[in-house]
């Protein structure tokens, strides 16, 4: 019996001990251990995988990836940071610019402003063109000129009384439609995501004047193309109490963890730890330090039990973001399918 589970130990959990984790290798596969059939089969992968929406909002979203292998949910996560297209700066066409920001680094800093522009309604632009279409650029138009303000008081110091325009913000890039784009998208859904990012500081009789040119990419090509602010998984956490843990050690074994990992209740006048919810723990190891109590916690996560984090930049929703990851993903599939039976017909 403890044979058998050491065995579904190493198989289901990391351990995480005082000097070191177990069990990290992923060791399930066929042959390896006597007695379990791990061949792939997919109506059994079909009755284990489940996707469970935790958190959503506008901007973030948290579910659970349940009953997958470490490479795929790590692909998953890699497709959302560097491959899902968005809209942003790749070419800024300088007029004028008398502020002390350098043109260089004025079109970097205009690259990385997100852009609230659905990526799935725009083609690639082919390489080597330099004029953008109505398919495949959208422009943007930056025009500001700082001057003193008249009216501001003779003693004043502060710039913002001083000064009209002397900040420059993503609200005053001003959008330009090519060809028939004005028909195509109703005013003010294409914009800056953000309109209060800064952009450059001026003075007065200092200006910029610009063009800029928004293509379609991916975040494999720059990481201003990336869709997402974050994009993270973590095991589930699997906390145990290998003994009770009451009185005063009840309290003090609360405070090694994370807010409401651990729940202290009255049970008959005495104090008595429980884990209420081992997902909000961040694993510190506090515990550890602890001579008292390190021995009566083991400290787990579930080796299938993703936990995704996904922030949007704003561009997309998160949900959005999530199943247009999952379709590349398939495509991804579809084209190793699609060589296996070349390479068998040759």
Known sequence: MAAAQAVDEMRNRVVLGEFGVRNVHTTDFPGNYSGYDDAWDQDRFEKNFRVDVVHMDENSLEFDMVGIDAAIANAFRRILLAEVPTMAVEKVLVYNNTSIVQDEILAHRLGLIPIHADPRLFEYRNQGDEEGTEIDTLQFRLQVRCTRNPHAAKDSSDPNELYVNHKVYTRHMTWVPLGNQADLFPEGTIRPVHDDILIAQLRPGQEIDLLMHCVKGIGKDHAKFSPVATASYRLL??????????????????????PGVIE?????????????????????????????????????RVRDHYIFSVESTGVLPPDVLVSEAIKILMGKCRRFLDELEAVQMD
């Open 264 to 300: 202290v209740q009255e049970i008959q006048g005495k104090k008595v730890a429980r884990i209420a919810n081992p997902r909000l723990d961040t694993f510190s190891r506090e515990i550890f330090r602890n001579e008292k109590l390190k021995k009566v916690v083991q400290l787990a």
């Open 237 to 258: 956490p699997d906390i145990t109490l290998l003994k009770p843990v009451e009185g005063e050690a009840a309290e003090e074994l609360s405070r090694c963890f994370s």
